[in-house]
């Protein structure tokens, strides 16, 4: 989804380039007091239904032709809020106690993901109790639980 508004503004930095990225609406945004040809911009914003985040692409004003790098937006997929608005108008569980539910934790270079059990019934947004899958062969005599927000069926988010 590239926007012509973009291709104009260039940023100091490339964080910089993305975070205003994610707040342009695509009704014009702030031109930059940068010379002609330098900084960065951003030539396009896409969305990642499974990792479910915004990656902005950036290149350089001063060298278009070097190859671009990719930095994750706050910026969200217009779709993604009405569906949003859509599931949390139906409040019926999608994880319900006893089903096995995959846990997962995504930092900025780290993705976590666990087995558990869920503890209670839960619909999107929210938070419930997992009890953690024990290995086979595990002679771990204490059962973790951790509390997580519901992402969908079988999928929760762990909540630090």
Do not use: F
């Amino acid at each position: 989804m590239a926007s012509a508004a973009w291709a104009a503004d260039c940023a100091a930095t490339p964080a910089a380039a993305a975070k205003s990225a994610a707040k342009s609406t695509g009704a014009g945004s702030s031109h930059s007091s940068l010379p002609e040809g330098k900084g960065y911009r951003v030539t396009s914003v896409r969305w990642d239904p499974v990792m479910r985040q915004s990656w902005a692409t950036i290149v350089s004003c001063a060298h278009p032709e070097l190859p671009g790098i990719s930095l994750r937006t706050d910026d969200t997929n217009h779709a993604t809020h009405e569906v949003s608005a859509m599931v949390r108008e139906d409040r019926s569980p999608v994880v319900r106690a006893g089903d096995i539910v995959a846990m997962w934790r995504q930092e900025d270079l780290l993705r976590i993901e666990v087995a558990g059990v869920a503890e209670q019934s839960g619909s999107v947004g929210e938070t419930i109790r997992v009890r953690l899958l024990r290995r086979p062969g595990s002679n771990q005599s204490i059962e973790e639980q951790l509390s997580g927000v519901v992402r969908g069926r079988a999928d929760v988010e762990i909540q630090p």
